[in-house]
């Protein structure tokens, strides 16, 4: 059954290149629908890794996006408590990679995906809030709160976590779960830093009380990116806020009182630097569930939310390029088997990454003096231990696999 008209539903970074790959790769008609009024510059500084780098490579959106961030060769992991190196992650190696690492404003993401989606002839629909989505046996129509009606014959749900079509269509009983962590995020001139910092691009610093990410976000190394993932009650906002007046000078003292002190006298520099912080509660999805209904498939965040651990946007566009790829199959089979073979190449990949991220964020808890001690020392055989993983998920490539 042949695919003519792709509804997307969200602008975000899964939204656009889901339209930028069936448009530019599959010729496929495409249109977008996002609820705010504008595009959305939520969100600091992403790492994207190497497998992420080919896929956008492969969408034709790196040669715009690379000069706009600072390459990544590896990221330090040092202990907060001694100032010491516990080791790496390490992005090197370009004849399975082809790309090192790449820490970028996510919003210099959307606008470089965005531009080339327009060169398609593509632009997105904004202000457009979905309220009703019905299908019959030859198509699908989503219907909007302005009247509007679009008719078509896929729709893929690209609306984030709070997916409105997750929620109300697919599996209404599917709901988003505070994660008990939240990450405080904020940006600084790196001149402004008076103590001398301990990193080449990027560093994770692990300590008792959360860990504390600092990167270079910009090709000149002239911009900071900190974000500092720590444990907290509820902060009750779906998309975070930017956090003002007083509220932010308490924000930073708390942030001090968690990070500051240690051997590294740049942490607490750098949060008193930082131009403005804005919380982040961070939400997951229950693992497994329903990804698709009908017509209907959600991709990225919509189904598969799990809190962030620097692979998640290179997880999206995966799906992307993987639906991509069996669309191309759209005029010898039916659409359900195509979003059938998607699910079943999906699922497995994304339960292992889910895990990972799991056991990641649960170090990011206080458990204690000693038991951070303990971590501390495990960290360094941990990160042994998962490099040839790591050099596989990296490696790793959706075009490459064999698909039904």
Request: proline letters at 3%; hydrophobic letters at 40%; one cysteine or more.
């Amino acid at each position: 059954m042949t695919i003519y008209h792709v509804i997307i539903i969200g602008g975000g970074i899964s939204g656009i290149a889901s339209a930028l790959a069936l448009t530019r790769l599959n010729k496929l008609s495409c249109s977008v629908y996002e609820i705010r009024p504008s595009p959305s510059t939520i969100g600091g500084a992403i790492n994207l890794t190497p497998n992420a780098l080919r896929y956008l490579d492969h969408l034709g959106v790196l040669p715009k996006l690379a000069p706009k961030g600072c390459e990544v060769h590896h990221i330090d992991v040092i202990s907060q408590r001694t100032g010491r190196r516990l080791g790496i992650v390490d992005f090197e190696n370009a004849a399975k990679f082809k790309h090192c690492a790449l820490r970028v404003l996510r919003a210099e993401l959307l606008k470089c995906l965005m531009e080339v989606l327009e060169e398609e002839g593509v632009m997105v629909q904004y202000g457009k809030k979905i309220e009703a989505v019905s299908q019959r046996e030859d198509g699908i129509q989503a219907m909007f709160t302005d009247g509007t009606k679009v008719d078509g014959d896929l729709l893929l749900g690209c609306d984030g976590i709070h997916s409105f079509i997750r929620m109300n269509v697919v599996q209404p009983d599917r709901k988003p779960v505070y994660s008990g962590l939240a990450v405080a995020y904020g940006l600084l001139d790196a001149a402004g830093v008076s103590a001398r910092l301990q990193f080449d691009e990027t560093a994770v610093h692990s300590g008792r009380f959360g860990t504390f990410l600092t990167s270079y976000c910009d090709a000149e190394k002239s911009r900071l990116y900190v974000g500092a993932v720590m444990e907290t009650a509820d902060v009750g906002s779906r998309e975070g806020w930017a956090v003002r007046g007083e509220n932010q000078e308490a924000l930073r003292k708390e942030l001090v009182r968690r990070f500051g002190g240690s051997s590294m006298p740049y942490l607490e520099d750098v949060v008193e630097k930082v131009d403005s912080f804005t919380l982040f509660p961070v939400y997951k999805l229950p693992t497994g569930g329903v990804w698709r209904s009908g017509r209907i498939m959600l991709l990225g965040d919509a189904a598969h939310a799990m809190p962030p651990q620097g692979e998640s946007v290179g997880l999206a566009l995966e799906d992307v390029v993987l639906l991509s790829r069996l669309a191309g199959q759209h005029e010898t089979k039916s659409t359900a088997q195509i979003l059938a073979d998607y699910e079943s190449l999906r699922k497995p990949r994304i339960a292992e990454a889910f895990k990972e991220a799991e056991f990641r964020w649960e170090t990011a808890k206080d458990r204690g003096w000693l038991m951070a001690v303990l971590m501390e020392w495990m960290t360094w055989f941990f990160l042994k231990w998962m490099a040839k993983s790591k050099e596989r998920d990296f490696a790793f490539d959706v075009r490459d696999i064999e698909v039904p």
